[in-house]
């Protein structure tokens, strides 16, 4: 059992710009962290302000914010030593994740919902919860103290479905891992390695656990959480014992009995109790078998949730059992076994409970996607040309980078300017300028595809991102544009070119590299083409390509595009 826990493309400015663009997105986690932070000490507070921001992620349609908000509830609800909050926030917090990318955060859920499963005695669910959440660690790479809390939490999941060679695996690479990058968090050093020594002991390994005792030795004065350092007492007490070594076994335990907490009742603690109580009462040692029996009187008058009792229960049916009180034990044992079907009972109603709340939780997350999704397109469109804004272009681009990285395809960009639009603004006011832009993004809609978004990248610029496209094809893109925009006939008297609106263009087409892995960086080489196609006269396209390194001027070309 898992011992006590404490509580405890462009230049630079652009390149800034742009990061801050994509760290919006996680500006409803950012908020749900905050909250969490500033009310770190005051759990009735921080719940109040969590189930705010759940309203406002709901009346928004801000999914990460909701799912995030859930997520610390649970946490803050299992501080609270409030199962059914934890198991309800937590499942929420699992069901809503599942549906973005916030892999860390559902991880987190899902530990929360072992946890709350684990405390109810439910095993065999804590097992599935921490089975998931350790997949997702792996599945996305997810490192640092997460993955720590993946390895420990599965480990002791295994260890209560008595499987204890498969948690000593676990715990193993734990440590490991916390010896080599948090080297100073020596509570939780100090506690893995108590969980691993029982884990041996449990295997009959007594030696080794005692190896392991010994090597976390002088770490036992630097904690300050004192059930951990008494649960060390009562767990190296219990080895001793078993190997007959009952001297040690009395002064470990006489230790424990020392600085035993009052007012601290963390069940792994109470349950390390029950077997060394059985161990000394069995031995006719009375007068810390006494001590033991006071210390869970207390323990049931102050919980009584049914797994508290059944703890006590059964340590003091086993009390009077072993000290001959055949009629005291025949009560608390048929306690225990009306207890025991008790916990039963409330683990099958919590299925059921859970149950109904999954399907509400699905039904309001069905809510949430669609407001989400009716804002995402309100927020993503730009109002005049009904094209996508740069921030939600930056978005999608993200995507295709990505996207067309895995494929090993490649990812084209194409910069359009309308000729003379600045002369013609000046001439014929805004008004005729916002027909003129209003006609060249109804031409560009005309010609999106799932792999060819078109955005108004701004004034009289637009901007196509595409994927998956040979170069030709994307070519193509510009060429249909441009012809469609000069057949059109739209007029601008102040262009030379005819008296009609014509446009310049950059294309360019790049597999993806380290080098070209932003769409500031893909569409600065189009921006250099388009630059090219100005200077050449307008009503152009012109292509860039490069022969040699991507980084390198000199290695660049522009082939002019007939259309």
Avoid: W
């Amino acid at each position: 059992m898992q011992g006590p826990v404490p509580k405890t493309a462009g230049d630079k400015a652009e390149k800034i710009k742009y990061i801050g663009v994509f760290m919006k997105k996680n500006k409803s986690v950012a908020a749900v962290a905050e909250v969490a932070q500033v009310y770190s000490e005051n759990t009735e507070k921080k719940i109040k302000e969590l189930k705010r921001l759940v309203s406002e992620g709901r009346k928004t349609g801000d999914i990460l914010m909701v799912g995030a908000a859930y997520c610390l509830l649970s946490e803050a609800y299992d501080e609270k030593d409030d199962l059914h909050g934890t198991l309800v926030s937590a499942l929420k917090a699992v069901t809503i994740l599942e549906n973005t990318d916030e892999y860390e955060l559902l991880a987190k859920s899902y530990f929360a919902l072992g946890r709350a499963y684990i405390n109810q005695g439910a095993f065999q669910m804590s097992l599935v919860c921490d089975e998931q959440a350790y997949g997702i660690v792996k599945k996305h790479r997810i490192k640092g103290e997460t993955k720590i809390a993946a390895l420990n939490n599965l480990s002791v999941s295994y260890h209560a479905m008595d499987e204890p060679r498969k948690s000593i695996k676990h715990l193993n690479e734990c440590i490991d891992l916390l010896k080599k990058d948090y080297a100073e968090k020596t509570a939780d050093l100090f506690m893995y390695s108590i969980n691993l020594a029982g884990c041996y002991k449990d295997v009959g390994e007594f030696e080794r656990a005692e190896e392991i005792f010994d090597s976390i030795n002088s770490l036992a004065e630097k904690v300050d959480f004192k059930p951990l350092v008494c649960d060390y007492y009562i767990r190296r007490a219990i080895v001793s014992y078993l190997r007959k070594d009952r001297d040690s076994g009395n002064g470990y335990m006489d230790s424990a009995l020392s600085i035993f907490p009052k007012d601290v009742y963390p069940i792994p603690l109470y349950d390390d109790l029950c077997e060394v109580s059985r161990i000394i009462t069995k031995s006719k040692d009375r007068k810390r078998s006494e001590r033991i029996f006071d210390i869970m009187t207390v323990y049931a008058k102050n919980n009584p949730g049914t797994l508290e009792q059944l703890f006590a229960v059964r340590m003091m049916s086993n009390y009077y059992k072993d000290f001959g009180e055949y009629k005291l034990a025949a009560e608390y044992f048929a306690k225990y076994e009306e207890l025991n079907d008790k916990q039963l009972r409330e683990v099958k109603e919590t299925e059921l409970k859970l149950h109904e709340t999954t399907r509400r939780t699905e039904a309001e997350i069905g809510r949430l996607q669609r407001k989400m999704r009716e804002n995402e397109l309100l927020f993503s469109i730009e109002p005049l040309t009904k094209l996508l804004n740069r921030s939600a272009l930056l978005r999608v681009s993200e995507k295709f980078i990505e996207s067309a990285a895995k494929k090993k395809q490649k990812v084209g960009a194409v910069f359009f300017d309308i000729d003379y639009f600045k002369q013609c603004n000046d001439t014929y006011g805004h008004a005729r300028g916002d027909e003129i832009i209003k006609e060249v993004a109804r031409i560009c809609r005309n010609q999106e595809t799932k792999n060819v978004r078109f955005a108004r990248y701004g004034g009289d610029e637009f901007f196509a991102i595409t994927k998956g496209l040979a170069d030709e094809e994307v070519c193509n893109v510009a060429r249909k544009v441009c012809r469609t925009v000069l057949n059109a006939g739209i007029a601008n008297e102040k262009n030379p070119n005819g008296g009609i609106v014509t446009l310049s263009v950059g294309v360019v087409n790049v597999a993806i590299t380290d080098r070209t892995d932003t769409i500031l960086e893909i569409a600065n080489y189009a921006d250099k083409a388009l630059y090219h196609a100005k200077n050449s006269g307008r009503n152009a396209i012109y292509e860039i390509v490069y022969r040699g390194d991507e980084t390198e001027d000199a290695g660049a070309s522009y082939v002019r595009i007939d259309f």
